[in-house]
């Protein structure tokens, strides 16, 4: 990792969790390219499921790890 970096992630660990969750929103738009006009619908859809099956009593997703694996996975497919 380069210093600059390592700089910026330095910095971005002393905000506020609701800033980095900004930070983190907007480096991840800009690496997946820009907004997706379809995501917000999508976005509840899966929070309706999620909520469906836990309801339900569903074993939960996993990790962070694990949860990162998967949306890794899921981007490469498309």
């Known amino acids: 990792m380069t210093h600059g970096a390592q700089r910026v992630i330095e910095e971005a660990l002393r905000l506020s969790p609701e800033e980095q969750a900004l930070v983190l929103r907007e480096l ?23 909520a469906g099956e836990a309801r339900a009593g569903a074993p939960s997703a996993g990790g962070w790890e694990t949860v990162c694996d998967e949306l890794e996975a899921e981007l490469q497919r498309r």
């Open 28 to 50: 991840l738009a800009h690496l997946e390219g820009g907004p997706d006009a379809d995501a917000e619908t999508e976005w509840a859809r899966e929070i309706e499921r999620r």
